[in-house]
């Protein structure tokens, strides 16, 4: 699989608290990342595919492969959808 | 008004920088000034800012000019309304004077306490003045009214600049809050002016918190943490609007500003049945809020 990438250029983002406050640069709209969200998105870096991801967080975490997975799939998807992630 | 010395000793502090550079910016002269600072001529009740210009155009004819560097010049038509003069200089135009000097106006009212300032922020009517003038009945002096200036020039703190506003109170708030009322406001305003029981502030002083008046069914005091401070910073008033113009954000530079103010100023959020019969218990929870210092 491709390795999952952010579209820099589209957002501009900054910790506050324990959130990652991301907001797109061509509307203005915010999004609020925490938890295992956060962590994810921390995680997407250009190096690691979906695969990856999942193994780097089931390690972080010591939770189920599956839980995490559904977590990653459930962020991917929502981060394709806000253009925040480039396609595959 | 009165002032509250906070510190001890038989000199107040000096001015800040801030402080002198508005008290600089915002002398008066009147005499004739552009009618239009880009392109279009200025419609009433209406401003434009181009550049390091600022030009407000009240009722009629009724102009207000600012220059960074040059202060406020005011052209009186026949047809303008006096009494919304001060209105005028002490609202937009003072808001646009900070904000072209990189000083930062919120809608809040404020009280002062332990050497820093509790703001209280809502919609115009939202209650905002009333509550500030009814802390005075704990002995907490008002910091400002309506509008609350920021300096942001020490990166370490976020500094408040107290005041220029005098207090507006409707009837029914002077009231319930036990402030002296004065003379009328203007024509068209049913609120006096008004000196708050406890004096007020004449130094500048670092923020403690920002709490946001809400009405709602409970009577409580909650933090706001994380993305929603920026949120909240973010919908405040047309004086954010005037900041952003004046400093040609564009919106990773104004998420970059919101950010630092949401980093280093707390927040909450104060719910509060907007029922007389309930107004005495709103204040004391403010109160007691604001006397431990920002902790329920």
Redesign the interface.
Known sequence: MNALVKRNGRF?E?D????I?V?R?DN?E???L?GTSAAIWRLIDGSRDRRALVAALTADYGAEESEIAADVDALLVQLRDTGLLADD | MSSVALQQGSHSPAPTVAQTLMQRETRVTYGEVPKALSGEPIGETSWQLQGDRFLLRGEGHHYFHYRKGHGITVERGPDADLSEESLWLNGSVYSAIASLNGLVPIHASAVAHGGRVFAFSAPAAGGKSTLAAALAGYGLPLFCDDTLVLDLSDPDQVLCLPGHKRLKLRPDAIELTGATPEEPVSKAVDKYYASPAAGDVGVALPIAELIFLEEGPNLEIEPI???????RLRGDHPAADLFAAAQHFD??AH??HL?RL??QIKMARLERPRDRSRFTESVALAAQYVVNGGQR
């Open positions: 501009t900054a506050l608290d324990d959130e406050v907001m640069l203005g915010f999004f609020s925490s | 943490n994380g993305a929603q401070r920026m949120v919106r990773a998420f970059a950010h949401a980093s």
